[in-house]
């Protein structure tokens, strides 16, 4: 079945980076976009950009644009997002979904990554 | 990028109806029909309930529906059961290739 699983938390400290990765299977990897989604602790969700695992293509929501970087490895089905310069308010849960671009939506997400940021 | 705007909470009692309302712009809402709805139970990832403002994925049982009136969308729950009890938020396309998530629903059933 389709399933996009995540690595484990992160412990990181102000200044730091941190890079997540979802694991793609049960589809053709190239065929949807990979978009992530961050939720810090009892807040609402936040839609952090979105890449084409097709061609690279990327989209960066404007509040962390230079901070954020997403990549795809078509060799191993893994999507990798990294953020920079990691501030105390980064301190979420990191999730990964597939995005069905012929109904602008997010079908199938990854199980959520937490980072926490703290000295 | 500003998000969209649900109400806080609402409520409803088993067997009855509610609607949740998510007010955007004719930048994100009122300029695509690419609202879609998620349901957000506690320490679990969103589960996509509706796409392209009234659409159920398969799956999705029809008790949810969807609609859009101008800059406002609404997700409607009828015959209301405790397992509805969740958080719901709604996201648009924005048209500048990015997407935008609503603050947020606590949806409580008494």
């Known amino acids: 079945q389709v399933q996009l699983v995540q690595s484990g938390a992160e412990v990181k400290k102000p200044g730091a980076s941190v890079k997540v990765s979802c694991a793609v299977s049960g589809y053709r990897f190239t065929s949807h976009g990979i978009s992530w989604v961050r939720q810090a602790p009892g807040q609402g969700l936040e839609w952090m950009g979105w890449?084409?695992?097709?061609?690279?293509?990327?989209n960066y929501g404007q509040k962390l644009q230079g901070r954020v970087t997403m990549t795809t490895d078509t060799s191993t089905t893994t999507a990798h997002m990294e953020l920079r310069s990691l501030r105390s308010d980064d301190t979420a849960v990191y999730y990964c979904?597939?995005?069905?671009?012929?109904?602008?939506?997010?079908?199938?997400w990854g199980q959520g990554t937490m980072v926490t940021v703290s000295s | 990028q500003s998000a969209l705007t649900q109400p806080a909470s609402v409520s409803g009692s088993p067997g009855q109806s509610i609607t949740i309302s998510c007010t955007g712009t004719?930048?994100?809402?009122?300029?695509?029909?690419?609202v879609s709805w998620y349901q957000q139970h506690p320490g679990k990832a969103p589960k996509l309930m509706i796409y392209e403002v009234n659409n159920r994925p398969s799956g999705v049982s029809n008790r949810f529906s969807g609609s859009k009136s101008g800059n406002t969308a609404s997700l409607t729950i009828s015959g209301l059961q405790a397992e509805d009890e969740a958080d719901y938020y709604c996201s648009s396309y924005t048209g500048d290739t990015t997407r935008v998530f609503g603050g947020g629903t606590k949806l409580t059933v008494l």
């Open positions: 979904a597939r995005h069905v671009g012929n109904w602008d939506a997010f079908d199938i």
């Open positions: 004719s930048s994100d809402v009122g300029g695509y029909n690419f």
């Open positions: 890449i084409s695992p097709y061609n690279g293509n990327t």
